[in-house]
């Protein structure tokens, strides 16, 4: 008993002793601050000499086949990758990044430079978001506040571009699989699509598909890629257009993965490259909780095939009303090209909708 | 993200100015944004933060009672009543005057259009029954309904509540799905140029 007894007592202490000790690891080494943006862009690394605003050739150009619509901005992308690391091209269509890659994106509006964003993976569970402000001669860059600013530039009468705040760069880059959006085997495809709306041609230098091969920065190498690019699959050259203007567009929020995906737009770049029109001929006569006015309450439709107009697709891609317009963000003028392609793809249905009905 | 300045401005004037709430003068700042952290959801909590906060004064309709105007909380916090059909709202004349309340407190018209308050309740179908926790925090963080869509719209005064922590807004969601579920169809938002 007295020896349980002192086995008892020496147990007791190493454990206090032990239960001591723990405790001061945990109060000896707070945790590490969350990773923050640098205050000004040129501290990002984006350039060699900011004065002459010379990239740093560590950072790549790109140009997504079907870009984002931002009211008409022309916009600049490079991408670096640390020294030595790869791309995980495991699924073509959502990369994993390694860490230490950083993303600029440049967005001017009439020829002025409004802002810079910046997207970073600081560590494997860290993604740091930013945009830098261009003052008014285009000569640098600070960060702009977390909660965001509107009104950065007018880009049509009374109406203004917004920088978004950091919880709306979140809203649709963090809740995918990859953060990174317009970087992936389809957007970086050598079989461009000549008709893709607000396309960029490609420049000299800049990283495509087959130079990432070329360069072993993908990790499978996936040959296949460059040697059958992947393209939308569709029945003709304005719904190929069309589609891909969808993923570029929509597909971000719009897919299998979000809270988003019970309302059926599944319009991600891997969705529209395989199943093609199939993605939009789901939607036919499919129920949407945004009602359109001049419809019966309940009875909207997201393609309605008989009466286009009707649809909601096309009345919110239209309109630029907060209660109604898709994208919800990150625009304020209509993409007058968009809404004519797609209006040209929903009466083509009708048409079609109509000669079956005839038979 | 079509909001512009005078809508802004508009919401401020209209929130602020009319309804007077305050913002709740304890907040534990040591948990911002601390969305990893381990929380176990204090009901109790989110509901001093909702009376606090003022979210009855849209969310619950009013009715007239016996010192005046006055939250009818019977139907607390199920939004704008669905039977409730609120005909054109008045066109204001130029000037100062911008926004126009129906005696329910509910449903607001201003330069951003008509917009109804949401039923806050947990019924699957009309109210918040099939949000996540994180769709909520998010709402609150980005002003967009479901963190993701369209804009919330004025008066809902989300980018002062979305600057509660994480943990005030656990316990605000926790107290909202402890409510009991009201079936109540609030009207979509009418754009300003089909009024």
Redesign the interface.
Known sequence: MVIRGHFAVAALVALTVAGTSWRFAIEAAPAAPPLVAPATLVETGLYADARIGEIDPRNRPFSPQYPLWTDGATKRRWIQLPAGAQIDATDAYEWQFPVGTKVWKEFAFAGRKVETRFIWRASANEWVFASYVWNADGTAAVIADG?GL??AAEVAP???H?I??V??C???HV?NRTEILGFNALQLSTDRDPNALHGEPLAAGMVTLETLSNEGLLAPARPELVTTPPRIAARSAEERALLGYLAGNCGA?HNRQ???APLGLHWKHGDLATRGADALLSLEGHRT???A?GVADGETVAIDPMNPEQSAILRRMR???????MP?????VQDREAVALLQRWLESQAVTVSREHER | MTTSRSTQLVFGLAFFGFMGAAVPAVVNATDAGSAAQAHTPNVEHGAYMVRAMGCNDCHTPWKMGPKGPEPDMSRALTGHPENLKMPPAPQLPEGPWVAVIGATQTAWSGPWGVSFTANLTPDKETGLGDWTEDMFIKTMRTGLHQGKGRPILPPMPWSMIGKLTDNDLKDVFAYLQSLPPVKNRVPAPVDPTER
């Open positions: 909660d509107p009104g009374n109406k203004f917004n978004p705040s919880d709306q979140r809203a649709c809740s929020c979000t809270e988003l909780k945004w009602q006015s309109s630029r009303s907060p209660a109604s317009q919800p963000l990150g625009t304020v």
